[in-house]
C-alpha cells in the first residue's frame, strides 16, 4: 500500500472511532454522528480505494479528478447547514411555544394583583368585594354622584 493510502485510512477510522465515543458518552446525538460517521467512512474508502474517485470522476465527466472532490465536498458541506438551519429554526420555535406556554401557566397560577378600589366599595376581603376573578382595574372607577374628594 502507498502511504498516502494508509495515512488517509487510518485518519477514516480514526474519526470514526472518536466519533463513535462522542456518541457513547452522549456528547454527541445520533442525528449530528450520522454526518460524521459518513465523512469517516468515505475517508477511509477513499483511502482503501483511491482509484475509486478516479473512476467516479471519469464517469461522471470530470477530467480533473481532485476538482469533483472538491465540489462534492462544498455541495456536502452546504447541505449539513441547511439541515442544521432547519434543526436550529425547529428547536427556536419550539423555545417560543414552551415559553408562550410556560406565560400562560404562570398567569393562571398566580392570584391577581390587589385592585386599588372594588366597585362594589368595600375593601378586598371583606363579603361584597369583587370576587369574579377578573383581571385588575388599571385606573379607578369615575366617582359616583355625590361622591366629592
Do not use: C
Amino acid at each position: 500500500m502507498i502511504t498516502y493510502q494508509i495515512t488517509s485510512m487510518a485518519i477514516g477510522v480514526g474519526l470514526a472511532a472518536i466519533i463513535l465515543f462522542l456518541v457513547r458518552r452522549d456528547h454527541l446525538h445520533g442525528p449530528y454522528a450520522i454526518w460524521w460517521i459518513g465523512a469517516a467512512a468515505t475517508v477511509a474508502l477513499l483511502g482503501l480505494f483511491p482509484r475509486l474517485f478516479d473512476v467516479l470522476a471519469s464517469k461522471m465527466g470530470v477530467s480533473y479528478p481532485p476538482i469533483l472532490a472538491i465540489v462534492l465536498g462544498f455541495s456536502l458541506l452546504l447541505l449539513k447547514m441547511l439541515t442544521m438551519d432547519l434543526d436550529r429554526s425547529r428547536q427556536e420555535r419550539l423555545i417560543r411555544r414552551l415559553a408562550q406556554r410556560l406565560a400562560m401557566l404562570e398567569a393562571r397560577q398566580n392570584p391577581p394583583s390587589p385592585q386599588l378600589h372594588s366597585p362594589s366599595g368595600a375593601e378586598e376581603g371583606e363579603p361584597g368585594g369583587d370576587t369574579t376573578g377578573r383581571e385588575p382595574m388599571t385606573t379607578p372607577p369615575p366617582p359616583q354622584r355625590g361622591d366629592r374628594e
